[in-house]
Antibody, heavy 121, light 108 residues
Framework: EVQLVQSGAEVKKPGESLKISCQGSGYTFTSYWIGWVRQMPGKGLEWMGIIYPGDSDTRYSPSFQGQVTISADKSISTAYLQRSSLKASDTAMYYC??????????????WGQGTMVTVSS | EVVLTQSPGTLSLSPGERATLSCRASQSVSSRYLAWYQQKPGQAPRLLIYGVSSRAIGIPDRFSGSGSGTDFTLTISRLEPEDFAVYYCQQYGSSSGTFGQGTKVEIK
């Protein structure tokens, strides 16, 4: 079964750092794009960035460039999203999503279950 | 960055009716890179349409997409009870992507 499994919910304090993970299985992880999408409480979807694990080609939304780091460890078929100096406004559900039906980053056809991140003092 | 504007914000319809959702881009979008998603409360989004008009695997044929350039449409021919949800369009271009703000399809 093709799936993405994300790490569990996080509760952080302002100023702390965050690294959440997304492990792919059931497909060739290195051959397909994988990305991250943010959804703040009660709000819409925001495209953050994508990575091609085969060569670590990474592309960011201008809104998130310099604010987050997307990486991948192909040896364990896992993608990561990192953020330092968290703020309360980083409280959101973070989804990883992949494209396994095509070799381009045109859309996301598989999704992780989401990782809820809460930032509160 | 391409801005996608969806309209209407909310669509109130009855089961069996036709739903027409609009997505307008601030600049031309490649036809390969326009997609539509459905999201229900507490769930991850689900891909419905990619490449403007191609249905994703398992998506019923009552869902269809059309458009080109800056104007795109998602049509649900006859609403089923499970279709009441929020719908997002999404584009990818110039090494970045964006989502529209969403259209909620609610039961009238």
């Amino acid at each position: 079964e093709v799936q993405l499994v994300q790490s569990g919910a996080e509760v952080k304090k302002p100023g702390e750092s965050l690294k959440i993970s997304c492990q792919g299985s059931g497909y060739t992880f290195t051959s397909y794009w994988i990305g991250w999408v943010r959804q703040m409480p009660g709000k819409g979807l925001e495209w953050m960035g994508i990575i091609y694990p085969g060569d670590s080609d990474t592309r960011y939304s201008p809104s998130f460039q310099g604010q987050v780091t997307i990486s991948a460890d192909k040896s364990i078929s896992t993608a990561y999203l990192q953020r330092s100096s968290l703020k309360a406004s980083d409280t959101a559900m973070y989804y990883c999503a992949g494209r396994v039906g095509s070799y381009g980053p045109d859309a996301f056809d598989i999704w992780g279950q989401g990782t809820m991140v809460t930032v509160s003092s | 960055e391409v801005v996608l504007t969806q309209s209407p914000g909310t669509l109130s319809l009855s089961p069996g009716e036709r739903a027409t959702l609009s997505c307008r881009a601030s600049q031309s979008v490649s036809s390969r890179y326009l997609a539509w998603y459905q999201q229900k409360p507490g769930q991850a989004p689900r891909l419905l349409i990619y490449g403007v008009s191609s249905r994703a695997i398992g998506i019923p044929d009552r869902f269809s997409g059309s458009g080109s350039g800056t104007d795109f449409t998602l049509t649900i021919s006859r609403l089923e009870p499970e279709d009441f949800a929020v719908y997002y369009c999404q584009q990818y271009g110039s090494s970045s992507g964006t989502f529209g703000q969403g259209t909620k399809v609610e039961i009238k």
